[in-house]
């Protein structure tokens, strides 16, 4: 497995599911019901890591064009938004429906992860094309 996306995983993906494998966790170890196995809050936190990384890795590009730059980075600024918001809707549950809002975090949240691979590779290609490797 190439090192860069190794890191990439565990420093990106696997830093941003730790809401969900803490909140699993203790769901396994308390009573049924007392604690739900998840929630789109951890989901959400996941999405706002990637995003957060995917502007961190756009930075550091200095081969690819302004224009995918301006695109990438204005797409995870609007994920970031759109984060925020369902997070902020996840804080009355009394007033929302929790289903609705689970099943679009989902789906944010797949759409966010090919996003964040997307850039993880161009940044892997453009490193490799400066090291001469193709």
Known sequence: ?????????????LIGLIP??????VWLVTKNGTID???PSDFIVFGLVLHIANI???EHLNGIGGRWKTFQNGMSVLFLVVYGLL???????????????????????????LL???????????????????
Request: contains cysteine; aromatic residues 16%; hydrophobic residues 50%.
């Open 37 to 39: 196995p998840v929630a």
């Open 20 to 25: 969900v494998f803490c909140r699993l966790l």
């Open 87 to 113: 997070f902020a809707l996840t804080l009355n549950t009394a007033s929302v429906d929790i289903d609705v809002i689970q099943k679009c975090v989902y789906v944010l949240c797949v759409v966010s992860f």
């Open 116 to 134: 964040s691979f997307s850039v993880f590779y161009t940044r892997n290609a453009e490193l490799s094309l400066k090291r001469g490797v193709a």
């Open 1 to 13: 497995m190439d090192t860069r996306f190794f890191k990439w995983f565990v420093y990106t993906v």
């Open 56 to 58: 961190n890795e756009i």
